[in-house]
């Protein structure tokens, strides 16, 4: 449950990689129940009670239930748990759309995936990609994000295929103005195997767009960054010990991209592989940690980063209902 009133309890204090220079983590004690953390326009907590939006104010966190819906996709070919994505760049959206069960992995709580993607535009024309009768694309939202710096954003989805397990794909137009899709990442190798993208940015400070995604969250854990460069996906680092997604949950977006160090490129906070840590990534000049947070329970379900400026706070859903918040 959560109430209008609430207060923070200091629950847990660690130290980063400089110990003059410590993280905390509280608590929202009234904060009960929550089923996931979200970012829509704000950060939002959902309860079986309706959503919050999680604020500050004076520097304290502010809850505020409120009325708007998350989009879900309506149109009837759409996946039955899917979102409309907006693409004003693109004049229109995007949804993941024909339910199928050919693919019985089951990793986001149902056996149903989708056999294509659909672009609707303002015109009420729909182009769709199918991701092949090989394959499926494993996945509740499309993700929008510019590789190439044109200005109009590519989609990228998991796509999984029936024998070989997931692989990442990038659909936007080509040369010809033909939705498809345009690369791909060598599929895992072997069946019910998936993938979760993490988060967008030139991480390496390359000056060109990468793709942060955990490979097999929940068996290896293993972190990758994937550049986007003439046209196609080049695997530039890698990172053990991490995990993005609890088996079976439908809550996709546990990491969060932002300059945590202060060096002007994006860093990666993301759970630790047993997701009972918050680990702060750097990828300048290699990898690096920046801290390593313990939780008082597992991550589990969304993360968000609440605040801008000087003052900003990781709000992480634990397995338990309740929401932490991290700051230093």
């Known amino acids: 449950m959560i109430r209008l009133a609430q207060k923070i309890v200091l ?16 608590i929202l004690d009234q904060a009960r129940g929550v089923v996931s953390v979200e970012y829509d326009d704000g950060v939002l907590l959902r309860t079986a009670e309706g959503l919050w939006r999680l604020d500050l104010a004076n520097a304290k966190p502010r809850l505020t239930q409120i009325r708007v819906e998350i989009r879900r996709a309506k149109e009837s070919d759409a996946l039955p748990d899917g979102k409309l994505i907006g693409a004003p760049a693109l004049n229109g959206f995007v949804y993941l759309a024909s339910p199928t069960d050919r693919y019985t992995h089951g990793v986001l709580g149902d056996a149903i995936e989708a056999d294509a993607l659909v672009f609707f535009g303002h015109d009420g024309k729909k182009q769709r990609v199918s991701a092949g009768k090989d394959a499926v694309f494993e996945d509740l939202v499309p993700r929008l994000h510019d590789l190439d710096g044109d200005g109009i954003p590519e989609i990228i ?62 068996a290896l854990g293993r972190l990758e960054i994937w550049r986007w460069e003439n046209g196609g996906l080049v695997n530039v680092a890698r990172e053990d010990d991490t995990s993005n997604h609890a088996i079976g949950s439908r809550v996709l977006n546990l990491s969060v991209v932002a300059d945590f160090d202060g060096d002007g490129l994006p860093d990666l906070a993301i759970p630790s592989f047993d997701r009972r840590s918050i680990r702060i990534l750097r990828f300048h000049g290699g990898i690096s940690e920046i801290a390593r947070i313990k939780l008082p329970a597992r991550a589990e379900r969304g993360m968000a980063l609440l605040g801008a400026g000087g003052e900003k706070l990781l709000v992480v859903g634990l397995e338990d209902g309740t929401v932490a918040l991290i700051r230093r």
Do not use: C
């Open 11 to 26: 629950a847990v204090v660690v130290l980063a990689a400089s110990p003059a220079h410590a993280w905390q983590v509280e």
């Open 157 to 218: 989805v998991v796509k999984s295929y029936l024998s070989r397990g997931a692989a990442l794909a990038v659909i936007g137009r080509d040369r010809n103005g033909a939705l498809g899709i345009l690369a791909e990442t060598p599929p895992i190798g072997i069946p019910n195997r998936w993938l979760n993208p993490a988060g967008f940015g030139d991480f390496t400070g390359a000056g060109k767009q990468e793709i942060a995604l955990v490979r097999m969250p929940h």
